[in-house]
């Protein structure tokens, strides 16, 4: 088994309680990929491996630039034998399937946006556990009836999934919950999501996304794999994506600084949630050295707190 460490926290907010629920999620859209090829043309362009994607599993995946920095990120899964689905951010669905389109080539693969063919919800606490197996762990793919259900990371204990169905389909049981509790969820499983304000300033490490199951590295090329394998390998990994807690509002894209050096940033934050009981939740992806030090992100205090998951320290 390979070693893990965790990061060292310097404070830890109050973790607040998410309730269960069922969350809208209009920030979400869907790129289909149709055809025999479909997983194997994806499985050629993103960090994951879908060659060998079943129907009972999803994948956290990244779309990179050559340079291996983050273009967009995903969560897909199979809905039939020639069918991939992609779940992204509507705000980087466009530039994300004109980019992915350019490589269809030979391919015997359709992409198109399927987000008016399907709604989106999350779901938190018993919402999502009376539709998963048992214990499911994170990506793990189950269907309830016209609907896919994907098993997400916790968030403070809370199992959370993504719910997939057809426009049109009941939305499942469960009280309201609100979107930006859900958006306070995803802070609070460590699982960063890319946007727009972010694009390409990460390399997958940076996110964590080694540890999360966004990056397999025994499947063959894809761009950027060299950047991504030689991070890896080679000891180069110098930023890492910390929980952090402020008392203001923290928005994505925002350079982080040690307090005791104004001039040199040592980090972004990633993307930024409303705390319930107060203040805002974020990820931040910053330098490794400074996680100790006192940070600030747009003249906002940052507090460290500990990620709910330990990084591999080895492949």
Same mark, same amino acid.
């Given at each position: 088994m390979p070693e893990t460490r965790s990061p060292?926290?310097? +404070?830890?907010?109050? #973790?607040?309680?998410?309730?269960?629920?069922?969350a809208p999620l209009p920030h979400l859209g869907v790129i289909r990929v149709a055809g025999v090829d479909a997983a194997a043309?994806?499985?050629?362009?993103? +960090?994951?491996?879908? #060659?060998?994607?079943?129907?009972?599993?999803?994948?956290?995946?990244?779309l990179l630039t050559p340079k291996g920095r983050m273009l967009a990120s995903f969560i897909g899964f199979k809905r039939g034998a020639d069918e991939v689905l992609l779940v992204c951010p509507r705000d980087l669905l466009a530039r994300t399937l004109k980019r992915l389109s350019m490589f269809v080539l030979r391919a015997k693969a359709r992409l198109t946006d399927a987000s008016e063919e399907f709604q989106l919800q999350g779901l938190t606490g018993s919402a999502a556990s009376t539709l998963l197996p048992p214990d499911a762990a994170p990506w793990t793919l189950a269907q309830s009836g016209a609907a896919s259900v994907v098993a997400l990371y916790p968030a403070d204990g809370q199992p959370r999934a993504l719910w997939l169905a057809p426009a049109g389909t009941p939305a499942p049981q469960g009280a309201p919950l609100s979107t930006d509790l859900w958006l306070?969820?995803?802070?609070?499983?460590?699982?960063?999501t890319v946007t727009a304000p972010v694009a390409e300033a990460f390399v997958p490490q940076m996110l964590n996304y080694e540890s999360v199951g966004g990056v397999n590295f025994k499947k063959g090329c894809y761009p950027g794999q060299e950047v991504v394998a030689r991070s890896q390998f080679r000891g180069a990994i110098k930023r890492r994506t910390y929980g952090v807690h402020a008392p203001q509002a923290l928005e994505p894209g925002t350079e982080v600084f040690a307090t005791h050096d104004a001039e040199q940033p040592v980090g972004l934050v990633v993307q930024a949630a409303?705390?319930?009981a107060g203040g805002f939740d974020a990820l931040v992806a910053i330098q490794i050295a400074a996680a100790g030090e006192a940070l600030q992100a747009g003249g906002v205090p940052l507090a460290v707190q500990p990620l709910p998951y330990a990084l591999l320290e080895d492949i």
């Open positions: 060292s926290p310097a +404070t830890t907010a109050h #973790a607040g309680t998410l309730p269960d629920g069922v043309f994806l499985h050629g362009q993103l +960090t994951q491996d879908f #060659a060998l994607l079943d129907d009972r599993h999803a994948r956290l995946a990244a306070w969820s995803e802070v609070r499983s460590g699982v960063a409303p705390h319930p």
